[in-house]
């Protein structure tokens, strides 16, 4: 089972980017989904949530309006589109598999995690 995360890159602040994440080896139409991020020297954050049908979404305060979390269970995918960056969203962001049908912003509720893809936000 894996979930791999692409579409990072570097971008002048105020720019935009759309972050991927596939599955493979199961589904997880079933399952909430989540972005996290770890920035240098700092702990991980939950970034977005999605429950299992995408019909609940949530999202860290500071980029409410900014990001939007999406999901295509057809196709064992999870998005994060990102616009308006800021410097102080540079991280390694990651996608997560929730245990529960909701996603919860505690990471202890999520059993399977990609590998993380570098977002550079230039100012």
């Known amino acids: 089972v894996q979930l791999q995360a692409y579409g990072g890159g570097l971008v002048q602040a105020g720019g935009s980017l759309r972050l991927s994440c596939v599955a493979s080896g199961r589904t997880f139409s079933n399952n909430g989904m989540g972005w996290f991020r770890q920035a240098p020297g700092k702990e991980r954050e939950f970034v977005a949530g999605?429950?299992?049908?995408?019909?609940?979404?949530h999202y860290l305060n500071s980029v409410k309006g900014r990001f939007t979390i999406s999901r295509d269970n057809a196709k064992n995918m999870l998005f994060l589109e990102m616009n308006s960056l800021n410097p102080e969203d540079t991280a390694v962001y990651y996608c997560?598999?929730?245990?529960?049908?909701?996603?919860?912003?505690?990471?202890?509720?999520?059993?399977?995690w990609g590998q993380g893809t570098q977002v550079t936000v230039s100012s």
């Open positions: 997560a598999a929730s245990s529960r049908a909701w996603a919860s912003a505690s990471r202890n509720e999520y059993f399977y």
């Open positions: 999605i429950s299992w049908r995408g019909g609940s979404t």
